[in-house]
């Protein structure tokens, strides 16, 4: 028997490169430095946050939580939303804890979607995989929206001005962006707020990676921005910034009109999260000085592993704003896939393709330099890979 | 502002009654014997389960597993699959670790449903919520097809066939059923999987409480069933029947093809499963005695349970063949919603309105005895039912 007339087409024909690549490393012994978490893969839990999950675990076992999550946990993810990202919301009301925010953000778009109306939704290219597969699983059309090098990757409220048309539902983006590592500036985010008011658009904007953010940038929560409260979805992780990406666990703010929808389905679609890593998740966002520190650790290798790669000929790398990344015009040498296996074969190092990111991504790779808790060793992966793209610059007569 | 116009229809107008019900329950005290696992509120964690949960998450800290999940975790899964439900699957490309059963059964129908399309599904009426939600909240039109009291709610292959067309593109079923407690019968699910041989149709089934069945019933497993292994999605659960509901772990297994699919998208809409629970729930399917000493307090229950319910006028009561729940028509006392407040009210207890369960379940009501560690709370609680209950029929003139 053969399926294939069962089978929406959304689910055929997606590349499955990367997908196989990821399953087959560990066989082969690979070193990988395309998992976008701290120190992966060593163990990065915070002493007070193991602690709190396994008393937690000891203490009141594991049984369900409510569908959004248990209330304490969304106590604490109010307090830091005020202090931290300039948001005064309801924990009863404004928040729905989710397993990650790679679920989220699949379900923070998921309302607004009709399907078979062709949906359209505007996504910055380059950025994170999820923003357009989140469109596409739930029967939307993504847009790619380029953004430039020249300005170092910031939102340009021009192009997404070019791509409008009257299916436009929604603009989804990343903020800090991944994989550019730009933080986007107030004046961009401000014209772009502008043009969703104006258009009556949703915004749902992904706060990955908010934790780590370098010479003390201004991250702008657009959810704060007048008349964008209510019609923004803000996905946030632990993964990240915290490290505590195994433990699942990130949360959707928005109002309460939108939340009320959102709450309501949350236990049939997302589940409601692991029982004890709720517990040490509010003890992380009680106590996150432990961010501090994992930021100055990358902060001080953003320098080796920029120059390092900055002074491979040909190739041109973009010094990070924020995050454990590199990102890096290698389209001297090769398509992003081309270097991909290339470094894979020649250095047994795994990075990921420019193309991951969108079709902007093409002539790229994204470099994680945060894997690993030893300086020392990270250092020698990214050698490993200078001398081999060194060593290709100089057969294809880069010097 | 309103979003109203931005929110697709299917995400409009469903009833948030017994949603609220449940939100509330907590701050009013009312004694809740509405959620299904074992135990609730009590802690239910087995002594070695707990040990390799807390082990793993101290020894190896809680990074991402696979999208798939851990392979050491696939192989107790295929291990038990081998010995409990006849099937012999590959670890590696046959088995998904999923977050619960409710995100897998969502994710279980979706690459089936082509928005728009008008795809039919076909659910027994009663059974349980997420079957009807997930085709809904998927673009599908969920098809409810009767099961009737007088034959136990027996799986019909003639109702079924009452309601094909030639947009019928699946069957979702739980086995043993919720919130009946049927476990379907040999010659039933053979006639149902022949009907799906011949009209292609894809089969998903449910087998959360697989592991509590009373009275040496057989669970036939569709996907052994000849000419069904390539044509059905199985989603089971450690929710139910091993009381780890709050581990957020299950599994889908399906055929090398289907499952080809679902490992592609599986981390950009379920995420991986906590990476803790993971080694807790290997410890669960690879020692599993615990589950024998829950059948025998469940059974133990069911007697008392059933002989208190049964006692009272007009009220009519199934005797469970499976889990820890009573299916109860109490239609001459009232509507399923009307009993439901009325209980609350009247005996401060929560239970489940049958109309959950599809429109078939007007009349009843589903009250969990599997509820608390100690029997004579659960006893206590169930006389409070008895008792309000009896009250009610005699107001009614019943008796």
Chains 1, 2 share one sequence.
């Not at 596409?136 to 070019?162: C, W």
């Amino acid at each position: 028997m053969n399926n294939s007339n069962n089978i929406n087409d959304a689910f055929k024909g997606w590349s499955d490169k990367s997908y196989n690549r990821g399953r087959h490393l560990v066989e082969r012994d690979i070193t990988t430095l395309g998992w976008a978490t701290p120190f992966y893969p060593d163990n990065s839990i915070p002493e007070h946050v193991l602690n709190a999950t396994v008393s937690g675990l000891k203490n009141h076992g594991s049984s369900y939580l409510l569908p959004e999550g248990d209330l304490r946990l969304r106590e604490a993810i109010a307090s830091r939303l005020k202090k931290f990202n300039n948001l005064d919301v309801n924990s009863h009301k404004e928040i729905l804890v989710t397993p990650g925010s790679n679920a989220g953000l699949y379900y923070a778009v998921k309302p607004f979607i009709k399907p078979g109306a062709n949906d359209e939704v505007l996504i910055p290219d380059p950025s994170y995989t999820g923003n357009f597969l989140s469109v596409r699983l739930n029967g939307g059309i993504p847009v790619s929206v380029p953004l430039h090098a020249s300005d170092g990757f910031q939102l340009d409220v021009g192009e997404f001005e070019k791509k409008l048309t009257p299916n436009t539902k929604m603009i989804i983006l990343s903020n800090p962006n991944n994989p550019t590592t730009t933080v986007h500036k107030r004046e961009n985010i401000l014209s772009l707020c502008r043009l969703c008011v104006e258009k009556d658009l949703i915004m749902v904007v992904d706060h990955s990676f908010e934790d780590i953010i370098f010479d003390s940038r201004e991250l702008l929560t657009i959810a704060s921005v007048e008349e964008m409260w209510e019609r923004t979805i803000t996905v946030f992780s632990l993964s990240k910034g915290m490290g505590l990406s195994g433990y699942r666990i990130g949360y959707l703010v928005a109002c309460e009109e939108l939340m009320s929808i959102y709450h309501r389905f949350a236990v049939n679609i997302l589940g409601p999260v692991n029982t004890a890593a709720s517990y040490g998740a509010k003890a992380a966002l009680e106590d996150y000085a432990f961010v501090d520190f994992y930021r100055k650790i990358f902060e001080r290798r953003r320098e080796v592993a920029f120059k390092m790669i900055s002074q491979i000929p040909g190739v041109d790398c973009l010094f990070p704003e924020s995050g454990y990344m590199l990102w890096v015009n290698i389209s001297k040498l090769g398509t992003s896939d081309e270097i991909v296996k290339y470094l894979i074969d020649d250095a047994r190092v795994i990075v990921n393709p420019g193309t991951e990111y969108g079709a902007c991504g093409e002539g790229y790779i994204r470099i994680i330099y945060g894997a690993f808790k030893d300086d020392e060793k990270i250092y020698s992966i990214l050698e490993r890979i200078k001398e081999s793209l060194k060593k290709l610059a100089f057969k294809k007569g880069i010097i």
